[in-house]
Every structure is written in structure tokens, then in C-alpha cells.
């Protein structure tokens, strides 16, 4: 079964820090450009960054919101993908996914086809 | 950076139409992709490459894209149709992904 699952979400005060993680299973991981997107409380998608696979030259990007702020990375041995959150802020509080595509639909290229179901994140004093 | 609007709600009775638009500058050069996302669920993608569905997705669901404007359309509509719509396009100018802005649809 294809899944991803993530984890390490919690309560943080704002300027700390916080690394959550996303288990995939069930499909090749270390092909898959994987992305992290967040959803504020009562708010809409938006789309954080991304890691290209090692063999695309394993790249990230980013949002200009968490640019500087937000590291991805991944271990390929472990099928894990990683978002570490330095000097957070209020307006990070939201709903972390993860998800990538073209796994259960091989044709949605630039689209994402599964997600987690997601690690809730509150920054607040 | 590119930006996709959407009306924030649509209500329809049962068994009858709703169109979800989703507006871009020219967005009809560009493949646009629709997630339905119920309460307390992560998002689902219902159309892909602006009409195509993924295997499990009820032919009710279809989507267009032409000029400024892409729409979802639900024929047919059912209690369980309930939910928030997101498209999301590809902006190739800053090779991220694009979500809009999301609408709430309400069966009466």
C-alpha cells in the first residue's frame, strides 16, 4: 500500500525550533521529488519546498516565506523525508503534509497524487 | 508570482451542477490539477492535466481550461461531494507549484 506518514509535530514557542518527518512506503522513494505543504487553521494550501531525487541532483527550493527558515532534506536508506523549522514564527502554525506525485497516477508529473495526512504544528507562547 | 483565484463558495441542491472556477492570468497554457479536501482529510486529486481522472474518481468530476479561466464540474451532485476544491497549476517562471485560493462547496 502507498503511504506516507508524518510525525514530530507539536507546541513551540516562537523562535524555536521543530524537525518533523514523513515515512513513505509502498513505492520507490529515492525517485520521488518529494514536497511539504501547510495549511493554517481555517486558511488554503501552500506550498512550502521541495527535494528533487539525488538522481534530478537532489536539490531543494523553497517558499519565500520559510527560505532561510526551513531545511528538507532526506534519507533515501530510511525512505524518510525531513522538513527541519529553525526560528519559527506565529504565522507557521498550521497543518504540515507531505506529498509527491506521479506514484499512484504515473501521468500527473506536476501534480501530487498521495499525501500524509498530515502533522499539526502550533507556534505559540 | 503567479496567482489562482477561486469564488470562496458554491452551494448546490442535489442532482444538479457545480462549476468550481479557477481564475489565471492565461491560464489555459498551463495544466491545471483539482484536490478535493474534506474536513479533517488531507487534500485528494480529483483531475489532473486540466480533464483527466485518476482511477477511483467518479466520471461526475471533469474539468476545462481555456483563455483566463479552468473549471471543475460536478454533475450530478451528492451529499458526500461536500467539501473545499483547490486547483493547482505549475508556475514554470519560478518552478513552484501554485495553489488558489479554494472554494467551499455546500449541498443544500
Known amino acids: 500500500e502507498v503511504q506516507l506518514v508524518e510525525s514530530g509535530g507539536g507546541l513551540v514557542k516562537p523562535g524555536g525550533s521543530l524537525r518533523l518527518s514523513c515515512a513513505a512506503s509502498?513505492?520507490?522513494?529515492?525517485?520521488?521529488?518529494m514536497s511539504w505543504v501547510r495549511q493554517a487553521p481555517g486558511k488554503g494550501l501552500e506550498w512550502v519546498g521541495r527535494?528533487?531525487?539525488?538522481?534530478?541532483?537532489?536539490?531543494?527550493d523553497y517558499a519565500a516565506p520559510v527560505k532561510g527558515r526551513f531545511t528538507i532534506s532526506r534519507d533515501d536508506s530510511k525512505n524518510t523525508l525531513y522538513l527541519q523549522m529553525n526560528s519559527l514564527k506565529t504565522e507557521d502554525t498550521a497543518v504540515y503534509y507531505c506529498?509527491?506525485?506521479?506514484?499512484?497516477?504515473?501521468?500527473?508529473?506536476?501534480?501530487?497524487?498521495?499525501w500524509g495526512q498530515g502533522t499539526m504544528v502550533t507556534v505559540s507562547s | 508570482s503567479y496567482v489562482l483565484t477561486q469564488p470562496p463558495s458554491v452551494s448546490v441542491a442535489p442532482g444538479q451542477t457545480a462549476r468550481i472556477t479557477c481564475g489565471g492570468n492565461?491560464?489555459?497554457?498551463?495544466?491545471v490539477h483539482w484536490y478535493q479536501q474534506k474536513p479533517g482529510q488531507a487534500p485528494v486529486l480529483v483531475v489532473y492535466?486540466?480533464?483527466d481522472r485518476p482511477s477511483g474518481i467518479p466520471e461526475r468530476f471533469s474539468g476545462s481550461n481555456s483563455g483566463n479561466t479552468a473549471t471543475l464540474t460536478i454533475s450530478r451532485v451528492e451529499a458526500g461531494d461536500e467539501a473545499d476544491y483547490y486547483c493547482?497549476?505549475?508556475?514554470?517562471?519560478?518552478?513552484?507549484?501554485?495553489f488558489g485560493t479554494g472554494t467551499k462547496v455546500t449541498v443544500l
Open positions: 506529498t509527491t506525485g506521479s506514484v499512484v497516477v504515473p501521468a500527473a508529473i506536476w501534480s501530487f497524487d498521495i
Open positions: 492535466d486540466d480533464s
Open positions: 527535494i528533487k531525487s539525488k538522481t534530478d541532483g537532489g536539490t531543494t
Open positions: 492565461n491560464i489555459g497554457s498551463k495544466s
Open positions: 493547482q497549476v505549475w508556475d514554470s517562471s519560478s518552478d513552484h507549484p501554485v
Open positions: 509502498g513505492f520507490t522513494f529515492s525517485n520521488a521529488w
